[in-house]
């Protein structure tokens, strides 16, 4: 019968081997990374192991805390998935941290068999099940980065500073100064895609807010962006093109490992973004965000700090977490018209002024 433990017992645990099983997405998995110096820092020689979707593995490799990235291929076959929750068992996890909470995510916590299994209340598909303990405060309404943190408060290591490292080589750093090398500073990195199409704000809107930014602050723009926002990027950059065809425009969408995205971000001034795994990768790296968020909520969904700026729908659907929109005629995506850019503007000028353009501290990721 499976045990059940109390938030208070945690405070004195002693783990030796810790697995956080968090395979997706993007922006969640980076808003998970502070997680890693802390439980390293909490538990002392304890090895430390993370289950993740296989595209998202450049993200972790390399992490100082971290001893061992285990791929998780969704699409895998059913050989694929015994290896997983095979390898799972054998390596005698103590503690597990089921940051995802869905059904597959319970098989490979029961499949450790841990005498320790930590969920939080966003928990679905009966996945609490798996677990020893439900961390209170926790719920949907808790910001993601806040549910994610409340693991590492509730074993008694809440007071250690939150970080979010990512390890590149030198390689990826030389590649990103030499295609940034041509541009003046200051820099405007813009990502205009989501793979909701419910976040993805007109890139006709983006193209102004940017034009505007680079007119009034002298930015020059990057574009980044996924082998699937290709379209939106290549449309972006003729646009920029022709309104301002005095600045540089270098379009890098699709051409970027997560490395090398962590440089470009790193080095950029400001960030203007969908809610997007980008915008969290480049706030956990200290840059400036300028985000637009229409069916999510900026409270929920937005990374934490004072010096970034959000702008949101206002419209009674507004962050309905949807990822198609449910309303049909004029109302169809209204999200997208309601929210305008002259709001987008003006909270671009609030963010350069109150984070004194061009004198931000050096925000670079370790070096490999």
Known sequence: MRKRISESELLGLNARRICIIKPSAFGDVVQALP????????????????????????????????????????????????????????????????????????????????TTRIGLETARECSHLACHLTLSDTGR?????????????????????????????????????RQLAALRSPLLVIHPGARWITKRWPVEKFAVVACKAMRMFGFSAVIVGSHAEEKAGAELEQMLGRFIPSRPVLNLTSQTSIKQLSCVLSAADVLLSSDSGPMHLAAGLGTPVLGIFTCTSSERSGPPGDQHEFVATELPCAASYKKRCPHRGTNHLACMDELTTDRACQAMARLVEKNGLGTLPGKQPDAA
């Open 35 to 114: 997680l890693l110096p802390v439980l390293k820092e909490r538990f002392r020689g304890a090895w430390v192991s993370w289950v993740v979707n296989r595209e998202l593995t450049d993200l972790l490799s390399g992490h100082p805390d971290l001893d061992e990235v285990i791929p998780f291929n969704r699409r895998g076959s059913l050989r694929d998935w015994r290896s997983l929750l095979r390898k799972l068992r054998r390596r005698e996890f103590d503690l597990v941290l089921d940051l995802q909470g869905l059904l597959r995510t319970a098989v490979m916590t029961a499949a450790t068999r841990a």
């Open 141 to 177: 309404l808790v910001p993601a980065h806040a549910r994610y943190w409340r693991v590492v408060e509730a074993l008694g290591a809440g007071e250690f500073n939150r970080r979010t490292l990512v390890q590149v080589a030198a390689s990826d750093r030389a590649w990103a100064e």
